[in-house]
């Protein structure tokens, strides 16, 4: 993805086994989002754990209707 769009962000941080430990992503749509109503962030991890144990967190903005948006 990083080759298609530069705006496209992710970290991996692995395990020593190289399994993934952490990862995060933003596209350019959720950056782009992030400079209009990144006043204010909610980082929710209230989802379930998948079968590797692994929680799914994500950030979350209001926009100007004051609906939800991805931000990561």
Sequence with gaps: MKEKNQNFFFEL???EDQSIKLAFWADARS???FEYFGDVI????????????LVCGSFVG??????STLLG
């Excluded at 909610?42 to 144990?53: A, E, H, I, Q």
């Design 13 to 15: 941080e692995l395990e």
């Design 31 to 33: 950056r782009a989002a």
């Design 42 to 53: 909610s980082f929710d991890t209230t989802y379930n754990t998948n079968r590797y144990n």
């Design 62 to 67: 209001v926009n100007h209707h004051g609906q």
